[in-house]
């Protein structure tokens, strides 16, 4: 099992649309979460982390269930600039700089 | 000179050929990371260095070879890759940030990456 899953998309929506990601990972005793975005070739760029109580950022909420070992993150009204992969990223328990990533989820915004 | 920079941007190479990939960050970090993205798969960390002192080889194979002369400076060296080490070869660089009580994340700052093809 991968340590970190993603539906890989390509989630093809209009302008305007919500849209929601999900993700899932393997180690229970994960400390810290976090959405990352990659442009086409481009570098990652952090989005947002997620916190326990979940979090929002103008259109992006990120939530988090423990129990289900569960990431998600929604999109309101969305933009065409919005168009990207969006990478689930999660801290392990040991070594405090080691990230694992997701291999991502498309998503075009189309007109 | 801001974030992180990387050089090459992009590399063509032989089987039989050395080379090296340097990145340098200004931000001030205390941590530097190489990662290799192939296509359609996850960012795989390679290695890590904390205060110059490597603290992580993710069993990366010894043709790829890492030199981390000071916190700011961070090289990989290449030598007789196959065609399979044809990816985009990122670094990022981290520093603690304490975000919420008992928790500590570390967000990463990627440079461009060097797009490398072995021939």
């Known amino acids: 099992r991968k340590e970190v899953e993603q539906d890989p998309g390509p989630f093809n929506v209009p302008e305007g649309a919500t849209v929601a990601f999900n993700c899932t990972y393997s180690?229970?005793?994960?400390?810290?979460f976090f959405w990352y975005r990659q442009d086409c070739r481009k570098e990652p760029k952090l989005l947002m982390s997620?916190?326990?109580s979940g979090n929002e950022d103008g259109r992006f909420t990120a939530q988090l269930n423990r129990a289900s070992q569960y990431i998600s993150l929604l999109i309101r009204d969305s933009k065409l600039s919005d168009s990207a992969t969006y990478l689930c990223?999660?801290?392990?328990?040991?070594?405090?700089?080691?990230?694992?990533f997701g291999a991502g989820t498309r998503l075009a915004v189309h007109p | 000179e801001t974030g992180v920079t990387q050089t090459p941007r992009h590399l063509v190479m032989g089987m039989t050929n050395k080379k090296s990939l340097k990145c340098e960050q200004h931000?001030?970090?205390?941590?530097m990371y190489w990662y290799k993205q192939s296509a359609k798969k996850p960012l795989e960390l390679m290695f890590v260095?904390?205060?110059?002192?490597?603290?992580e080889n993710n069993s990366v194979p010894s043709r790829f070879s890492p030199e981390c002369p000071n916190s700011s400076h961070l090289f990989l060296h290449l030598h007789t890759l196959q065609p399979e080490d044809s990816a985009l070869y990122l670094c990022?660089?981290?520093?603690?940030?304490?975000?919420?009580?008992?928790?500590?994340?570390?967000?990463?700052?990627f440079g461009p990456g060097t797009r490398l093809t072995v021939t």
């Open positions: 990022a660089s981290s520093q603690p940030i304490k975000l919420e009580q008992g928790a500590n994340s570390y967000e990463q700052y």
């Open positions: 180690n229970s005793a994960s400390q810290s």
């Open positions: 997620v916190y326990s």
């Open positions: 990223v999660v801290k392990g328990s040991g070594g405090y700089n080691k990230l694992i």
């Open positions: 931000l001030g970090h205390n941590a």
């Open positions: 260095y904390n205060f110059k002192e490597q603290t």
